[in-house]
């Protein structure tokens, strides 16, 4: 089908440049996109690749002439209108071009009015062409089987689709009537009834036994509307018809398959039921009849299926029945049973929803009476019963071991920590000695320069002569820079006094760490407090790969148990180091550690810019003895420990994130007070 013609593309073959200029001019004023082309082969290559609405050809071009550029176009099945501009008046090579396909022949030189109205038509008149070809191909490939007849009845068009159902090709079928496909299968009435229903203008719709050219039987659905002429008189008569065969047959498949359905769900040992929208019963095989004592003529009365529950389980079971038919799960399953009699007995009902052509049209379910799995059940608490204090104190042996982990989990951290406690104790206990012995030193020379001020002082009171004595203590003085030792005397008790600070702050951290409260015991505890007394716990494990930084917020207290807390940080914060040492990299990595408080929540980040963890690992990072280092590196309890004390201790949460850059941030939540259950 062409554009629009506001947008319709027309190419302009022709060997001469002002021709060509000239026609493209016109074309243009009328709103429509001109091309051009040189001669007929370069026409010819610009048809392959490129769409076009319409051709304006010139019949004499160098190289391929007009007639041979209509004859490859005829040849090639391209469905494009062309009108023909020649300098000739050839009668003869005009009716050559008519014949080929052209729309029209224009005379040059071409009058611009004569071209508009001749490009406006042969647009217009192409668009109707292809139209009325799709149309026509739309019917011709229809599913349904579509007949034209005229007013007596009389075959003027078929579809494919007739000819591929009735085995009649459409040159047997055209100018007989379509008594062609009668069956003698209806009465005369039959077929009166439906040729008065038509020919009086109504439509009539129905099933028709017809016959195939094979002698075979088939069933179709057709619609016959009357088509009226100028004359408003009834002209044909137009046939859509259905091949229903096949849906009819396995409609009465159907009807075998519910037939055997219904004896089947009579031999089960279970009740099967269907219950419409509005609750009644519907349906249910001989075990239902059987269990609540109902029979069928009471069935069809109409019986509430409601009324096979128990009074207190009616609300129940009405609810689940709206759940389901809303397609909302629910788990309980258990109600208790009512027969017709009163005896009441346990039952499960399972149920799905009924869908009958795209409808919802009821609820479809087996029930199970469970009376003896319920005596079983008895009888299994009664052992339960006998078991229970076995497992109490079996429950309290793995509540022992538990703890006995996590004591040895902290106490292997704190052993492997050991060595790197003692290395931070020993450097400030060496420069503090060597400090104070170079005080000693210094003490010892300036005792030497007071002797020798001494005894120059007491020459002076003899009146002696002291050159060469003032000349030797200031030699002595000199020797000794003693502006420089009066300056390095202060300086070394600063740095003695920073050293004996540091090993105190490193022994109360180490005490603050270690002290115990009970297991259970929860007090408030300084968050911020915890972690810094951690890092310098933790300070020979990371200093030697990464530096830290952190940004605490303003915390108040939060109730919890502090040595519990504390081990989950010393476990993060060594767990960081490892994964940034793994890298081997020559520079120090980072480990960010960040606190701040939203409502009633403490939260702290715990990041490194290690390798990050694979998603296949991070799935088991909480599972106890799961580890990814080499045997002997490590136990595979820290991340399990801290996600126990953490989540099921404090209430709180730990997550890990693994962002696409790198890196691995684990992020602790805590409440400030614990609900006590």
């Keep these: 089908m062409s554009e629009p013609e506001e947008t319709a593309t027309i190419l302009v073959a022709d060997d001469s440049t002002f021709i060509r200029t000239l026609v493209s001019s016109i074309i243009k004023k009328m709103g429509y996109n001109p091309v051009m082309a040189l001669d007929g082969d370069d026409c010819i290559e610009y048809i392959k690749t490129h769409p076009i609405d319409l051709l304006l050809l010139d019949m004499n071009m160098p190289g391929k002439t007009g007639i041979e550029v209509l004859s490859y176009i005829r040849d090639h099945q391209f469905t494009i209108p062309v009108i023909i501009i020649s300098g000739s008046s050839d009668v003869e090579m005009a009716v050559e071009s008519l014949r080929l396909g052209a729309y029209d022949f224009l005379i040059k030189p071409v009058n611009p009015e004569r071209l508009k109205v001749t490009v406006k038509n042969a647009l217009s008149t192409f668009g109707l062409r292809q139209n009325l070809k799709l149309f026509s191909e739309a019917i011709n490939q229809n599913p349904l089987s579509i007949v034209i007849t005229d007013s007596d009845g009389f075959i003027k068009y078929v579809n494919k689709a007739f000819t591929s159902i009735s085995g009649y090709s459409e040159q047997e079928a055209i100018g007989r009537t379509m008594n062609v496909l009668k069956s003698e299968e209806h009465s005369t009435s039959y077929y009166k009834k439906l040729w008065a229903t038509i020919t009086s203008g109504n439509i009539w719709h129905g099933e028709l036994k017809n016959k195939k050219k094979n002698g075979e039987f088939f069933l179709e659905q057709a619609t016959i509307s009357p088509i009226k002429g100028h004359n408003s008189k009834i002209a044909h008569f137009i046939w859509i018809k259905q091949d229903i065969t096949e849906y009819k047959n396995k409609q009465a498949e159907l009807a075998l398959s519910e037939l055997r359905f219904h004896d089947m769900a009579n031999l089960l040992p279970q009740t099967i039921f269907e219950v419409d929208l509005q609750g009644r019963i519907t349906y249910t095989n001989r075990m239902g009849f059987e269990t609540f004592g109902y ?171 002291f050159s060469t004595e003032l000349q030797k203590i200031r030699q002595i003085e000199q020797d000794l820079d003693l502006d420089t030792l009066l300056v390095d005397i202060p300086q070394i008790f600063v740095e003695s006094q920073g050293g004996f600070e540091r090993m105190t702050t490193i022994i109360n951290s180490m005490r603050n760490f270690a002290y115990k409260h009970a297991i259970n015991q929860k007090a408030f505890f300084d968050i911020n407090k915890g972690i810094r007394d951690t890092l310098i716990i933790a300070r020979n494990e990371y200093r030697y790969c990464a530096d830290i930084e952190t940004d605490l917020g303003d915390l108040p207290l939060v109730q919890c148990n502090p040595e519990q807390i504390n081990q989950v940080f010393l476990n993060l914060i060594i767990n960081a180091s490892h994964a940034i040492a793994s890298q081997m990299k020559t520079s120090n990595g980072k480990i960010k550690i960040h606190t701040w408080k939203e409502s009633s929540t403490i939260f702290c980040s715990i990041s490194d810019d290690g390798p990050g963890i694979s998603p296949e690992v991070q799935e088991h990072i909480f599972d106890p003895f799961f580890t990814t280092k080499k045997p002997g590196k490590g136990t595979g309890l820290g991340l399990s420990i801290s996600y126990d004390i953490i989540v099921l201790k404090h209430q709180g949460t730990l997550q890990v994130h693994c962002p696409s850059e790198g890196g691995t941030t684990f992020t602790i939540t805590l409440p400030l007070m614990i609900n006590k259950e």
């Design 295 to 465: 029979t069928k003529e009471e069935l069809q009365k109409g019986v509430q299926a409601l009324m096979l529950f128990a009074p207190e389980d009616r609300e129940k079971a009405g609810l689940h029945m709206k759940l389901r038919l809303a397609e909302i799960p629910f788990d309980n399953h258990e109600y208790t049973g009512l027969k017709k009699d009163g005896t009441t007995f346990p039952i499960l009902a399972y149920t799905s929803r009924i869908i009958q052509n795209e409808q919802l049209v009821g609820i479809r379910g087996i029930v199970l009476d469970i009376s003896e799995r319920k005596q079983a059940e008895e009888k299994l608490q009664q052992l339960n019963k006998t078991l229970e204090q076995r497992v109490e104190e079996r429950t309290k042996d793995l509540a022992i071991s538990q703890q006995q982990i996590l004591q040895q989990e902290k106490l292997a951290s704190i052993g492997q920590l050991a060595a790197g406690i003692a290395h931070e104790i020993n450097n400030p206990l060496n420069f503090i000695k060597l400090n104070f012995a170079t005080q000693q030193e210094n003490i010892t020379d300036l005792l030497s320069i007071l002797q020798e001020y001494r005894a120059f002082t007491k020459k002076i009171d003899t009146k002696s002569p």
